[in-house]
């Protein structure tokens, strides 16, 4: 039986931003908030920041980092031969359905991740209706492929891995939904007043407009809901970070941003993402004692 788990930080939300692989720097917050047993009632994330919500509330510092890093050196992790079998750039049913089984290369303790009491919410986005949805813990997620299958469709990048079918309607990437990919709003709507936010991008990031916008309306002409929720993405996403800046400023928010973020939401280059998980690593350890002041600890 897994041992009794508790929360010690109950008024404040703890939320992860997606980028792919960028999250190789930001799973070592998973890491050392762990390390200082700073456990949060609440936890919500989106694409990549499901990842780390799901290994936070699992409390496994070893798979948070695997997960970002050792992983890529499994042969089915994906490749642009993947892509071309209709499994993805990144073979995404097997990363995020077939890996957290027993025997597999990140075996999740599945009764650790059920017996935990926090709140956790994924973030997807329907590419059919262009409805976003915030999966929980507690209703969506009663079997290890239950909870699999939303981590994945809430990390699927359209176009770059196929889209994901939950009862029978087609899912991917919750960054396409009115939050741009930072699950500040899951953390509001449950009634949060503070926020610690793990972001994947360093200060002063914008994100920029589509560059090519007519393109997306070929690509997903099948889900033209994806083509017009791409276009919107900055106009979203930009939106949020203003209101984090504004959360700052009132003493409501802490924000880790990357200091040295030097590798892209594709990278694959073991080397590179271990550098960036070591740097990481430095960046949250000099962070601690602000972080142990925000939530008065």
């Known amino acids: 039986m897994p041992e009794v788990m508790e929360s010690n930080i109950t008024d404040t939300a703890l939320v992860f931003e997606g980028g792919g692989m960028r999250a190789a720097y930001t799973c070592a917050v998973v890491q050392e908030l762990l390390a200082q047993e700073m456990y949060f009632d609440f936890v919500a994330g989106i694409s990549a920041g499901s990842s780390n919500s799901l290994n936070y509330v699992a409390r496994d510092a070893a798979r948070a980092e695997a997960s970002f890093v050792d992983i890529v050196q499994e042969p089915q992790f994906g490749s642009w031969r993947t892509w071309v079998q209709g499994k993805g750039v990144f073979n995404s049913e097997f990363i995020y359905e077939q890996t957290g089984e027993a025997g597999q290369p990140l075996p999740l303790d599945w009764e650790a991740f059920k017996a935990n009491p926090i709140t956790m919410k994924i973030g997807g986005f329907n590419a059919r209706t262009g409805q976003s949805v915030y999966w929980n813990k507690q209703d969506h997620m009663p079997t290890l492929r239950d909870m699999g299958k939303r981590i994945r469709a809430s990390s699927t990048m359209p176009g770059l891995m196929p889209i994901v079918q939950i009862d029978g309607e087609p899912w991917c990437d919750g960054a396409l939904g009115p939050s741009g990919g930072i699950a500040l709003d899951a953390a509001q709507e449950a009634g949060y007043e503070k926020f610690f936010v793990v972001l994947t991008r360093p200060a002063g990031y914008r994100k920029p407009p589509v560059r090519y916008p007519r393109a997306h309306g070929v690509v997903f002409r099948r889900y033209p ?73």
């Open 225 to 297: 809901k994806i083509a017009e929720a791409l276009l919107r993405r900055a106009e979203n996403y930009n939106r949020t970070l203003d209101e984090l800046a504004e959360l700052e400023r009132q003493g409501r928010a802490y924000v880790f941003r990357p200091t040295h973020m030097r590798i892209g939401n594709q990278e694959r280059r073991v080397e590179r993402l271990r550098e960036a998980h070591q740097l990481g690593v430095a960046q949250a350890r000099r962070e601690v004692p602000d972080w142990l002041r925000f939530v008065g600890r």
